[in-house]
């Protein structure tokens, strides 16, 4: 059993960066791949990036290549994302999640935290 916490969401302007975090409990964190979705009203819920159990692989969802980074401090049970040159398109609820396998799609993981709002002003 894995719990997950999302924090460092709020509003930010256009061309600004936020940090996300996304910290585990339990003691086997190291042994999920972790993936970071992201839902706008009345959307689906949309891959944003992914990180492997060691942090060596990692993929991005189109819109967000270059300009967001994700990693993973296994020691600290946390893995973060790095969002810069925000824009509006970025305004939605960020979800981390856990599960045995690296994936790009929602249905590959297993456990979810319950989101953190970001939202980008023009």
């Known amino acids: 059993q894995v719990q997950l916490v999302e924090s460092g969401g709020g509003l930010v302007q256009t061309g600004g960066s936020l940090r996300l975090s996304c910290a585990a409990s339990?003691?086997?964190?190291?042994?999920?791949?972790v993936g970071w979705f992201r839902q706008a009203p009345g959307k689906e819920r949309n891959f944003v990036a992914a990180?492997?159990?060691?942090?060596?692989?990692?993929y991005y969802g189109d819109s967000v290549k270059g300009r967001f980074t994700i990693s993973r401090d296994n020691a600290k049970n946390t893995v973060y994302l790095q969002m810069n040159s925000l824009e509006p398109e970025d305004t939605a609820v960020y979800y981390c999640?856990?599960?045995?396998?690296?994936?790009?799609?929602?249905?590959?993981?297993?456990?979810w935290g319950q989101g953190t709002q970001v939202t980008v002003s023009s």
């Open positions: 990180i492997s159990l060691s942090g060596a692989i990692t």
């Open positions: 999640a856990a599960g045995s396998l690296l994936s790009k799609v929602p249905q590959g993981y297993v456990y």
């Open positions: 339990g003691r086997t964190f190291s042994r999920y791949a």
